[in-house]
């Protein structure tokens, strides 16, 4: 039974066409994902999307315009109580990616590839990547 709402927050930088993701291991899984993550209480969307991209990025971004926002019922894949909402907004940032660790990898995906070929993990996460390839390209 859902008891309660899991709010996360990601960013979309976009360069040249192409689109940062991230990797990384979470609870002995690999995940494929654009940077970002949870919103902890007591804070704002743009503030924890601003945490998540300087702890996983080591890049400071601002916050752009909201691209999407998931409408559909999405129940955690970690916490079968959890209900989770996603909001992915576009962040801007001219400085360089240099950021790579055991924990984080992230790296540049063309939004010429196939939403099939992309890898990620999350339904969610090839619907955005597919609006993005339809509003970028």
């Known amino acids: 039974m859902i008891t309660r709402f899991n709010l996360r927050t990601y960013g979309i930088l976009i360069r040249d066409h192409q689109v940062l993701v991230s990797t990384e291991e979470y609870e002995g899984h690999r995940l494929v994902k654009f940077p970002g993550g949870g919103v902890e209480y007591g804070e704002g969307l743009h503030e924890a999307l ?3 991209w300087e702890e996983e990025v080591q890049l400071r971004v601002e916050v752009g315009p909201l691209l999407y926002l998931t409408e ?6 970690f916490r079968e ?3 989770v909402v996603c909001f992915y907004y576009q962040v801007n940032s001219d400085a360089e990616i240099i950021r790579q660790d055991a924990e984080h990898e992230v790296c540049w995906l063309s939004l010429d590839q196939p ?12 619907k955005v990547f597919q609006l993005l390839r339809d509003r970028f390209l």
């Open 50 to 52: 601003i945490r998540e």
């Open 72 to 77: 559909d019922f999405i129940q955690s894949a």
């Open 81 to 83: 109580e959890d209900q």
């Open 115 to 126: 939403v099939e070929e992309t890898g990620f993990t999350f339904p969610q996460e090839k």
